[in-house]
């Protein structure tokens, strides 16, 4: 079993910065991937960004403000938040792939997430 725990949620005026962190704890093999989704209130859950290897993908509202970053020693994701907008407003969530054994099935795991309010 894989636990992700959130951390640097907060409130924030428009035009701040934050930085959120999530380490992984428990048996853990091997990572494959490991990012960020977040849900505002009446909207579904949406991509922030994500790192699988060497590929980096982030939702198209983010790009060129936000920045994932991964610690790979630690087993850490961070999220570095510029340029906040009040539509960033959300509970932010942590993902990652594990895989227990070399070519065995990756499980899904998910943080319990953290909010991000922007806000004047």
């Known amino acids: 079993q894989v636990q992700l725990v959130e951390s640097g949620g907060g409130l924030v005026q428009p035009g701040g910065s934050l930085r959120l962190s999530c380490a992984a704890s428990g048996r853990l093999f091997r990572i494959t991937a490991m990012g960020w989704y977040r849900q505002a209130p009446g909207k579904e859950r949406e991509l922030v960004a994500m790192?699988?290897?060497?590929?980096?993908n982030y939702g198209d509202s983010v790009k060129g403000r936000f920045t994932v970053s991964r610690d790979i020693g630690k087993n850490t994701v961070y999220l570095q938040m510029n340029s906040l907008k009040p539509e960033d407003t959300a509970v932010y969530y942590c993902?990652?792939?594990?895989?227990?054994?070399?070519?065995?099935?990756?499980?899904?795991?998910w943080g319990q997430g953290t909010q991000v309010t922007v806000s004047s």
């Open positions: 790192q699988r290897g060497s590929s980096t």
């Open positions: 993902y990652a792939d594990h895989s227990a054994s070399l070519g065995g099935t990756e499980w899904s795991f």
